[in-house]
C-alpha cells in the first residue's frame, strides 16, 4: 500500500513539473509587446509599423534619400497595425519623394521632420482610398482613422488626406506647383483641425478652382483652420457645396466659392 501510494505522489509530481515547465516555456514565447522603434531607412519604416504595439513609437535616425523604385503607380505604403503608433522624424528629413508615391495608413501621428518632393506634388499622402492596393471602404471611417501631423516641413509637395479625423499643428507646407497635385493641403471627407504654421502656394498661374490653393477640400468635409499664416496665392477653396469651413485668425484670404467658406 505505502508503495502505491509513493508512486502515485511521484507520478503527480512529474505531472507538475511537466506543466510548470510548459508554462515557462509559453511565457517565454510570448515575448513583450515592441513599444519603441529606430530605423534607418523607409524599408525598415515599413516593417515597424506592423510591429510596433499601440501608442508606441518609430524614431528616424537619419536623413533618408528617396528610392526611385517607389513612384505613383508603385508607391512605398506604410500601414500601421495598431492605433496610436507615432513616427518621429527626430528632426531628419526625407528627400526627393516621388508624387503620390509616399503613402501613410492608419490611426497614426508623424512629427518633428521634413519631406521635400520635387515640384507639383503630394508627398504625404494619408489614408488614400487610391493606393494600388487599396484599403478596405467599410474600414475608411473618419472615427477609425484619427491622424496628428505636428511640426512638420513640406518643401515643393502638398498633403493629401481622405477619410481621416486629422489634425495639423504648427506645420509649414510649401507648394510651387499648377496641376492638379499642386494645393498645399487637400481635403477628402475629413473633419480636419489646421493650427498654426504657414501655407504657402508660391504658383505664377493661378489655375481651375481645383489648382494652386493653400486649402483645397471636396467629400463632405468639416475644416476649422486657426492662426495660419497664407502666402501666395492665399486660396481657400471647395467643390460645390460639400465643405464647411471655419476660419479663425488667418488673415486675408481669396476664394472663388463664396458660399462654402
Given at each position: 500500500?505505502?508503495?502505491?501510494?509513493?508512486?502515485?505522489?511521484?507520478?503527480?509530481?512529474?505531472?507538475?513539473?511537466?506543466?510548470?515547465?510548459?508554462?515557462?516555456?509559453?511565457?517565454?514565447?510570448?515575448?513583450?509587446?515592441?513599444?519603441?522603434?529606430t530605423?534607418?531607412?523607409?524599408?525598415?519604416?515599413?516593417?515597424?509599423?506592423?510591429?510596433?504595439?499601440?501608442?508606441?513609437?518609430?524614431?528616424?535616425?537619419?536623413d533618408?534619400?528617396?528610392?526611385s523604385?517607389?513612384?505613383?503607380?508603385?508607391?512605398?505604403?506604410?500601414?500601421?497595425?495598431?492605433?496610436?503608433?507615432?513616427?518621429d522624424?527626430?528632426?531628419?528629413?526625407?528627400?526627393?519623394?516621388?508624387?503620390?508615391?509616399?503613402?501613410f495608413?492608419?490611426?497614426?501621428?508623424?512629427?518633428?521632420?521634413?519631406?521635400?518632393?520635387?515640384?507639383?506634388?503630394?508627398?504625404?499622402?494619408?489614408?488614400?482610398?487610391?493606393?494600388?492596393?487599396?484599403?478596405?471602404?467599410?474600414?475608411?471611417?473618419?472615427?477609425?482613422?484619427?491622424?496628428?501631423?505636428?511640426?512638420?516641413?513640406?518643401?515643393?509637395?502638398?498633403?493629401?488626406?481622405?477619410?481621416?479625423?486629422?489634425?495639423?499643428?504648427?506645420c509649414?507646407?510649401?507648394?510651387?506647383?499648377?496641376?492638379?497635385?499642386?494645393n498645399?493641403?487637400?481635403?477628402?471627407?475629413?473633419?480636419?483641425?489646421?493650427?498654426?504654421?504657414?501655407?504657402?502656394?508660391?504658383?505664377?498661374?493661378?489655375?481651375?478652382?481645383s489648382?494652386?490653393?493653400?486649402?483645397?477640400?471636396?467629400?463632405?468635409?468639416?475644416?476649422?483652420?486657426?492662426?495660419?499664416?497664407?502666402?501666395?496665392?492665399?486660396?481657400?477653396?471647395?467643390?460645390?457645396?460639400?465643405?464647411?469651413?471655419?476660419?479663425?485668425?488667418?488673415?486675408?484670404?481669396?476664394?472663388?466659392?463664396?458660399?462654402?467658406v
Amino acid at each position: 500500500m505505502k508503495k502505491s501510494v509513493f508512486t502515485l505522489i511521484l507520478i503527480t509530481l512529474a505531472c507538475l513539473a511537466l506543466v510548470s515547465c510548459a508554462s515557462a516555456s509559453s511565457a517565454k514565447s510570448e515575448a513583450a509587446p515592441v513599444t519603441e522603434a529606430t530605423v534607418t531607412s523607409l524599408e525598415e519604416l515599413v516593417v515597424a509599423a506592423k510591429t510596433v504595439a499601440a501608442n508606441g513609437t518609430i524614431t528616424l535616425a537619419n536623413d533618408v534619400t528617396w528610392n526611385s523604385v517607389y513612384t505613383g503607380s508603385a508607391p512605398l505604403e506604410v500601414r500601421f497595425s495598431k492605433k496610436g503608433i507615432t513616427f518621429d522624424l527626430g528632426g531628419h528629413t526625407i528627400e526627393g519623394v516621388a508624387t503620390g508615391a509616399l503613402r501613410f495608413f492608419g490611426d497614426f501621428t508623424i512629427q518633428n521632420g521634413k519631406i521635400t518632393g520635387l515640384g507639383d506634388s503630394y508627398v504625404l499622402l494619408i489614408n488614400s482610398v487610391n493606393s494600388t492596393s487599396g484599403i478596405d471602404y467599410a474600414e475608411a471611417t473618419r472615427e477609425n482613422h484619427k491622424v496628428n501631423v505636428n511640426n512638420l516641413t513640406l518643401v515643393e509637395g502638398g498633403i493629401r488626406a481622405e477619410l481621416s479625423t486629422i489634425k495639423i499643428n504648427d506645420c509649414d507646407v510649401q507648394n510651387s506647383g499648377q496641376s492638379g497635385n499642386s494645393n498645399c493641403l487637400y481635403f477628402v471627407g475629413c473633419w480636419a483641425t489646421v493650427t498654426g504654421g504657414k501655407l504657402n502656394q508660391t504658383a505664377e498661374t493661378v489655375d481651375t478652382i481645383s489648382r494652386t490653393n493653400c486649402v483645397y477640400c471636396s467629400g463632405t468635409s468639416t475644416i476649422q483652420l486657426s492662426g495660419i499664416v497664407l502666402e501666395g496665392t492665399k486660396r481657400l477653396n471647395a467643390y460645390k457645396n460639400t465643405v464647411a469651413y471655419k476660419i479663425t485668425d488667418c488673415g486675408d484670404y481669396v476664394t472663388t466659392t463664396p458660399e462654402v467658406v
